[in-house]
T-cell receptor, first 113, second 114 residues
Framework: AQSVAQPEDQVNVAEGNPLTVKCTYS??????LFWYVQYPNRGLQFLLK??????LVKGSYGFEAEFNKSQTSFHLKKPSALVSDSALYFC???????????FGKGNQVVVIP | DGGITQSPKYLFRKEGQNVTLSCEQN?????MYWYRQDPGQGLRLIYY???????QKGDIAEGYSVSREKKESFPLTVTSAQKNPTAFYLC?????????????FGSGTRLTVV
């Protein structure tokens, strides 16, 4: 079955510094990869996705992610973090077997002023 | 605007009581999902439905029930058999193809046992 791993529970970064949230995946076939963000007491919001094409995907709020097939990774990045980026971030991969998304456990991002 | 509406936002349940969480979507999506979220445990799938009048158990279905009588609606009942129902519940939907945003989520219902 397809799966994703988000190895860090929490990522702390100073405001203005680059932000990276790591995600690795395991999938048979072509991966469909997604990043979502969740603010407290809210649902998940779509940030970006990779299905095919350029390995560097640009998304909402200045985020981007780089698809690396050889390393089976899809890390989320932002060049300059804002305090308002503090939230829970989820990586997800489409499970072709059941056509559902498999989610990682989430990464809490804390941006320190 | 199209989207998913979950209600109520906050819900309080007494011991031994059944409660029903509402989820309605106007996105014309075929599939709908219910997730439970507890601190530090990510999202756990309770039930999902890929078509009207059909649904399947997810990873933690015990103590929960669902129905899918209409494409737009996928209510979740938390029964008295669910011994630890306090959690944040999220409903989501998706279309058959994967050209959109994957899943669209509602804003959640926070259930608390009192």
């Amino acid at each position: 079955a397809q799966s994703v791993a988000q190895p860090e529970d929490q990522v702390n970064v100073a405001e203005g510094n680059p932000l990276t949230v790591k995600c690795t995946y395991s999938v048979s076939g072509n991966p469909y990869l997604f990043w979502y963000v969740q603010y407290p007491n809210r649902g998940l919001q779509f940030l970006l996705k990779y299905i095919t094409g350029d390995n560097l995907v640009k998304g909402s709020y200045g985020f981007e992610a780089e698809f690396n097939k050889s390393q089976t990774s899809f890390h989320l990045k932002k060049p300059s973090a804002l305090v308002s980026d503090s939230a829970l971030y989820f990586c997800a991969v489409r499970d072709g077997g059941n056509n559902r998304l498999a989610f990682g456990k989430g990464n809490q991002v804390v941006v320190i002023p | 605007d199209g989207g998913i509406t979950q209600s109520p936002k906050y819900l309080f349940r007494k011991e031994g009581q059944n409660v029903t969480l509402s989820c309605e979507q106007n996105l014309n999506h075929d599939a709908m999902y219910w997730y439970r979220q507890d601190p530090g445990q990510g999202l756990r799938l309770i039930y999902y439905s890929q078509i009207v009048n059909d649904f399947q158990k997810g990873d933690i279905a015990e103590g929960y029930s669902v129905s899918r009588e209409k494409k737009e609606s996928f209510p979740l009942t938390v029964t008295s058999a669910q011994k630890n129902p306090t959690a944040f519940y999220l409903c989501a939907s998706s279309s058959e193809g994967w050209k959109g945003n994957g899943y669209t989520f509602g804003s959640g219902t926070r259930l608390t046992v009192v």
